[in-house]
């Protein structure tokens, strides 16, 4: 292994095996998710972003699925496993790692995270490193004052402000619950002394828990861990489903802060919902209230996205326009496109430049070549449609018969009369016309028309007839 240097490539440690029992749900508490992302893996990402040489995440309840989770995003056995079979506490989880490190010298500085805490900034991670190589304890940790009282860890110090001890809220006596210093739960120590003091724990506390905190105590006697104070927001801890909507608002606030830096406007931030993985987005995109953009999603320079409108693993090319309540998932959008009010791009689809889809059009596995329209009421499943392509009001790709899919093919040129039914598979030649209201199940030879509408037949009078007759038969019932 090639031995980096222990304060640019720290070891992070993400404690994450607790049961998370105040979410009340069957989902593990570390893989709800924040804007998109399982709040775990914000804590990995910051870790592996601080230049992390190795980050172990701790493991407890369901952690195959939490596993599974990690290797989905990170890739397989990027991020390393230490299970701990039961949560006896954080000091615990902790001690359940270390075999992971075992070979490491006792100089290695390591970071210690708490997975529940999402919003913490890789640059406190480096922060953390060298205060804990600078200092004589060889340990540090983030300090932060809540803006409400909270059940955190209060810091108890001597008169000179050196560092004490850690003293948990529910152990802690109505004297110490006035400390407005609490613990982040963010630490960096060197291995040397993590091995030393947390074989001295003991779980003589309100939990009845090995306390991780309680290594504080332990760095005073080498004169006191460092602390750092972070903006509470950055820090929050995420115990109940109230915690995480507020940080919810807090990252999307910081997301979309980031985008609006780069030359997104946004009409109303704080209704505009953009997850962590989306990105890049252009120059001059213009986004309108009430817009999710969600997954891998990706908007190119001057792209408008218009009140109400869903983008889920979509790429957009430039100066394309999404008008109001329009629904794209995992499709790509070319360059200059005019796409809804309300549009229906289902998986698969795919638009090239220029493309027209107006209202109430669903697409499905269809590719809509450069310049062609489809701009009212269609659908188009397992399609692809030529270049400058006409597709009228209420046309239709019959392309399931219960059984199977069938593609349709239209190609360049082609002019699809209202209300056509194509009956799939089928393909109409180009430049051809399929006139209004016809029913096509067999291929239409280039340039030429298909129709198989009933011939009109026009009976004069009729109508004058009739209604003199309803009128008469409606005065002689009314007599009677
Ligand atoms: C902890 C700190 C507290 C601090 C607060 C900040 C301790 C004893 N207390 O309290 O000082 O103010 O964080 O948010 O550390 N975990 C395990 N195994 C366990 C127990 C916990 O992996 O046996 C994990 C949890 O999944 C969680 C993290 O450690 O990600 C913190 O545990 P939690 O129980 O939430 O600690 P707090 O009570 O919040
Ligand atoms: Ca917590």
Redesign the pocket.
Known sequence: MSRQSSVAHPIVF???????TRMKSETP??LHRIAGRPMLHWVVTAARTAGADRVVA????KNELVKSALDASFGAGVVDVAI?P????????VQCALPSVQNEPDDRIVVIL????PLLASERIAELTAACAASPAGMALLSTVPPRP????RLVRDAAGKLQK?V??VDATEEQRKIED????FYAIKLGHLRKDLASLRADNA?G??????LVAHAAERGGATSIDAPFTE???I?DRVDLAGVEVAARRRINEAWMRTGVTMVDPASTYIDADVGPLGKDVWIAPNVALRGKTTIGDGVRIDIGSVLTDVTVAENTNIKPYSILTESKIGARAQIGPFSHCRPGSQLDEDVHLGNFVETKKTHLMAGAKANHLAYLGDASVGSKANVGAGVITCNYDGVGKYKTTIEAGAFIGSDSQLVAPVTIGRDAYVGSGTTVTKDVPRGSLALTRVKQVNVEGWADRFREAQAKRKQKGDGE
């Open positions: 993400v404690m994450a095996a607790g049961l998370g508490k570390v701790i493991l407890g309840h701990q039961e949560q006896r506490g954080t000091g615990h989880a708490s997975g529940d805490a909270m059940p955190y860890g850690i948990e809220h609490t613990n982040a739960g939990k828990e090995l306390y991780l905190t309680d820090v929050a801890g115990n």
